[in-house]
C-alpha cells in the first residue's frame, strides 16, 4: 500500500498555492520517501505535495536513468522554445491532453541536503517540471486546455464521478 492517498481533481488542496519549505530537516525527508513510494505504486514520472494533501513547495520524480529525485523550492529560471505533448496527471487520472509548453526550462531548487540544484532539461524533462510546478502554484493541466478540450474533459470527469472508471496505462505526473 502506498503511504498516501492521491488527491484527485475537485480536491481544494491542488488549488492552493503552496507554502515555501523553510527547513529541509527528517519531516521532509520521510514526507519525500513516502511520496516517492506513492508515485511509483502509481506509476508517475513526478508527484507534488499538494497532490498527497501537503501545501508545501517540492515535488519528486524519477525520469530516464535519474534515480529517485526531489526537488525543494524549485523555481524556473528561464524557458524558451515551444515542445507539444501529450501529458497525463496522476490527480486526474486516465485523461491525456496535447499540451504546449516551453521546450526548455532552467530550474533552481534546493536537494534533500539542501543543496542548491540547477538543472536545464528540455522536452519530456522540461515539460514534467512545469508541471510539477504548476501543482505548487495550484494549476492543474486543465487550466491549460482550449475552451473546446476543456469542455470535453469536464464532461469526461462529470461521467467519471458517476460511474467511477479506472486509470489508464501511460505514465502521468
Ligand atoms: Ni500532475
Given at each position: 500500500m502506498a503511504p498516501f492517498r492521491i488527491r484527485t481533481f475537485g480536491d481544494p488542496v491542488l488549488k492552493r498555492r503552496a507554502e515555501e519549505v523553510t527547513e529541509i530537516d527528517g519531516r521532509i525527508a520521510h514526507l519525500a520517501e513516502d511520496m516517492h513510494a506513492t508515485m511509483k505504486e502509481a506509476r508517475g514520472l513526478g508527484l507534488a505535495a499538494p497532490q498527497v494533501g501537503v501545501g508545501r513547495r517540492l515535488f519528486v520524480y524519477e525520469i530516464g536513468e535519474s534515480g529517485p529525485r526531489t526537488m525543494i523550492n524549485p523555481v524556473m529560471v528561464e524557458s524558451d522554445g515551444e515542445w507539444e505533448h501529450e501529458e497525463g496527471c496522476l490527480s486526474v487520472p486516465g485523461l491525456y491532453f496535447r499540451i504546449v509548453r516551453p521546450k526548455q526550462v532552467h530550474i533552481k531548487g534546493l536537494d534533500l541536503d539542501a543543496n542548491p540544484v540547477s538543472i536545464e532539461a528540455d522536452e519530456l524533462e522540461a515539460t514534467l517540471y512545469q508541471h510539477e510546478l504548476d501543482h505548487l502554484d495550484?494549476?492543474?493541466?486543465?487550466?491549460?486546455?482550449d475552451h473546446d478540450q476543456r469542455k470535453t474533459a469536464m464532461r469526461e470527469l462529470r461521467r467519471r464521478s458517476e460511474s467511477e472508471g479506472g486509470a489508464g496505462g501511460q505514465s502521468s505526473t
Open positions: 495550484g494549476r492543474l493541466l486543465l487550466e491549460l486546455l
